[in-house]
């Protein structure tokens, strides 16, 4: 943390830095980040915490904020926050006078294993999340676990979902360590110890390296999406009352359990992924007012939903995914997914 100023300047020189951040993590963290800056140098810019502020009426705020205290073609902004924040402020970069450096201090754990790797920036919209946006890799991605000691727990717990993610798609000696460790870092001062460290450090590799393949999602990129067909599909029908990686920790429970009775994983995959989830504390099935039927309908209108079938990204055994032949994804119809989601 106290880095930053120093890093900041020597990857995305500039003039002036704007640093964004939510009202959550103001108060935390963004004096000390304002301090390692010349005074006129920077401007903290805090939107209201939550996924309500991904919107393109914040984008513009923040852009007219910007124009308005004079920065130009040689600023940067600093995107101090969870994956709210990180998409937001990555999306006011890429096209703050078409595109100024971004530099990503992610404050959540989804934020550093998954939202801040990938260059991925975007807000939602009133037909769903995340569809508008742009492809903007940052110029670097600064890590200090510290930052979770101020985390609820709640939020920790979600970021293991996408921890999991990478286990099963990628690394089954990783998985099982996840699966050892996960209740001790979930407990007083686990977040921030060495072990953390290391779990992050082995989830940001395995998201990098499949990015780094597969910049634009023409098809390995597409595996990081295991969990989350059936995942956002109960995310929206929970009216979002569950977090983003609860809805997609039932959906990696559920589409591994669609992938062994398609006869495509091996036997046990599921038993294996559903564990591991529990050990995490996450939830594994669909909650009661969430029903099969409001589940394939939301699919539907998913950015990844066909007519009568649906593409999913599904493990062939823990550490390996399957269609590597069809960019990837496999279909499923219908008939075989109402089985696996009564
Ligand atoms: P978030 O940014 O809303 O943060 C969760 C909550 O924790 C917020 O209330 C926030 O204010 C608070 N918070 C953050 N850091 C804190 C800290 N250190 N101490 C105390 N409180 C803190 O949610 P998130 O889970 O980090 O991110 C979810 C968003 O990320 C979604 O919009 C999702 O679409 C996006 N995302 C993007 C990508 C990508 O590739 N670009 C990948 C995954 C998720
Ligand atoms: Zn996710």
Known sequence: MSRIGAIVRKVAAAHKYAVITDSNIE????????????????????????????????WSRLTDQMLGKGYGRDSAVIALGGGVVGDLAGFVAATFMRGIPVVQVPTTLVAMVDASIGGKTAVDTFAGKNLVGA????????????LLATLPLR??????????????????????EVASSASELLSAGGATSDMMISLIV???????????????????????????????????????????????????????????????????TAATVTRTLQAAGLPTDLPRDCGPEAVIDAMRSDKKGRSGKTMFALPLRIGAMAGADTGWTVSVGDAQLREVLA
């Open 202 to 268: 082995r989830s940001v590799e395995i998201k990098a390296e499949v990015v780094s393949r597969d910049e634009r999602e023409e098809g390995l990129r597409k595996i990081l999406n295991f969990g989350h067909t059936i995942g956002h599909a109960v995310e929206l029908v929970s009216g979002f009352s569950l977090l983003h990686g609860e809805a997609v920790a039932i959906g990696m429970a559920l589409e591994s359990k669609l992938a062994e009775r398609i006869g495509l994983a091996r036997t046990g």
């Open 155 to 176: 939020e920790l717990r979600a970021g293991f979902a996408e921890v999991i993610k990478h286990g099963v798609i990628a690394d089954e000696v990783y998985l099982r």
């Open 27 to 58: 108060p935390l963290y963004a004096g000390k980040v304002e301090s390692q800056f010349e005074r006129e140098t920077v401007e903290v810019l805090t939107v209201s915490a939550g996924e309500a502020s991904k919107t393109r009426d914040m």
């Open 135 to 146: 492809f903007h890799p940052p110029a670097a991605v600064l890590i200090d676990p510290h």
